[in-house]
């Protein structure tokens, strides 16, 4: 019952945003696609279409907006990447709708040393499927957004030192990373722009992702290669998949604010099915453009009694950070700099995650990668994969650095799909006294193959 009057909310908006909307200003098409504008043009010269967004190297006037970028929506939920940004996609007319594939699969074989090291061969993907259209005087988007993990991480979990976050069969998961939900996202979004420069949008999810944080690591230009998921995800980021999501938004020009409200329990371990619950949470973000190439926001949320394993604990998240994107001949440049923060209720404990990740595409065909991180570790870390002892509190433990380099290389067997065959090596620090449980120097590495997309929605026309 819940979720029916969630589904039939979410459509009754919809239809009276588009009944009021005919009135108002409108987004302009031609031929009734919903990502082209009609531009003004001088003179005695006729209109041009371009597609929000839309970059031609040979027509620098043509650069990319901020409301052109949100338009396009090809990042989790309503989270923004500099407009430089290209996402690697397959595009289709049909008709008044415009269809998207964005998507990516790594299949990975790991290998970690030192006394906690696991070996493990498995897959990290997901799969994001639009549809959008004219509606109205505004733009109609419907997303969907599966990963395959579920089945291709056995175990419910694949290694990862030192990380840590959420709970599975009544225990923490330390140090590894769990799978994705076959469902991350299932969402629609409308957008109506108002005036020349400013647009209100609505977005709506079963299961999707509230305005909180940067766009997550699986969808970051700067995290493109790195096959598994940062140490700081649970505090930066990991509200990606959360159940019965309401957002709304109003843009103008460089700047973006939004506020959400969601249920705040993290998904459980079983990752095939469709989590839900009472909207107990809630979030805002301010966004900013301030140039092409560069994206900055801060948010900040409050979680109630995300784990399972202690629901008497609320928590306030926050975060910052600048993202920058530097696109030349054959390639780009992507970085990006986080800092996330979990204050625990009623404890009143911090923990801090600070990142820094950059990817460098040249010569068309390569990349190299780079991520450090300086996160703080609570005392769950020391039971392993034992249960918590009776009475147990969790508190800081310590602070942990890791060091990411890789490298791959696009080939091209099939037509519209990039082949990467590429590596990486993660070197990890820590206190002395965790030595015992970790060793020295553990180490970390990675061999994959990736698959992904060729086309993009930049060069579509």
Known sequence: MHRRLFLLALTSLLVAI????????????????????????????????????????????????????????????????????????????????????????????EQQSGPRGEDKVFSTNWFMPMAQRRLGAGQLTLRGMFSFEPATVTDRVYPELFQQGETAFGRPISDGQHPHDFLMELAALYDWKIGEHALLSFYGAPVGDPAMGPPAYAHRASASEDPIAPLGHHLQDSTHIAADVLTAGLAYKSVRVEASGFHGREPDEFRWNLNSGAIDSWSTRLTIQPGQNWSGQY???????????????????????????????????????????????????????????????????????????????????????????????????????????????????????????????????????????????????????????????????
């Open 18 to 109: 588009s009944a009021r909307a005919q009135d108002g200003a409108g987004i302009h098409h031609q031929h009734d696609h919903p990502m082209e504008q009609e531009q003004k043009s001088p003179a005695g010269e006729p209109p041009t279409s371009q597609m929000p967004g839309m970059q031609h190297s040979h027509m620098p006037e043509n650069k990319p907006s901020f409301i052109g970028t949100i338009l396009e929506h090809t990042t989790s939920g309503t989270s923004a990447q500099p407009n430089s940004v290209q996402q690697p996609m397959f595009m289709l007319d049909a008709g008044s709708w415009m269809f998207m594939f964005h998507g990516e699969a790594f299949f990975n074989v």
């Open 299 to 461: 948010s900040f949320a409050y979680l109630t009694s995300p784990e399972s394993l202690r629901p008497a604990e609320d928590v306030q998240r926050m975060t910052a950070s600048l993202m920058y994107n530097r696109p030349f001949k054959n390639g780009s440049w992507a970085t990006t700099l986080l800092w996330g923060r979990n204050h625990v209720l009623p404890a009143g404990e911090n923990f801090n995650g600070y990142l820094l990740e950059s990817t460098l595409h040249f010569a068309r065909n390569e990349r190299v990668w780079g991520r450090m991180e300086n996160v703080d570790r609570t005392n769950e870390l020391l039971p392993g994969k034992q249960p918590e002892p009776a009475g147990f509190e969790e508190r800081f433990l310590a602070r942990v650095q890791a060091y990411t380099a890789g490298y791959d290389h696009d080939f091209h067997f099939l037509p519209g799909l990039a082949t990467a065959v590429g590596a990486q090596i993660t070197f990890y620090n820590a206190p002395n006294f965790l030595t015992p449980f970790y060793g020295r120097h553990p180490i970390g590495a990675i061999w994959f193959v990736r698959l992904r997309p060729t086309g993009n929605a930049h060069s579509r026309h």
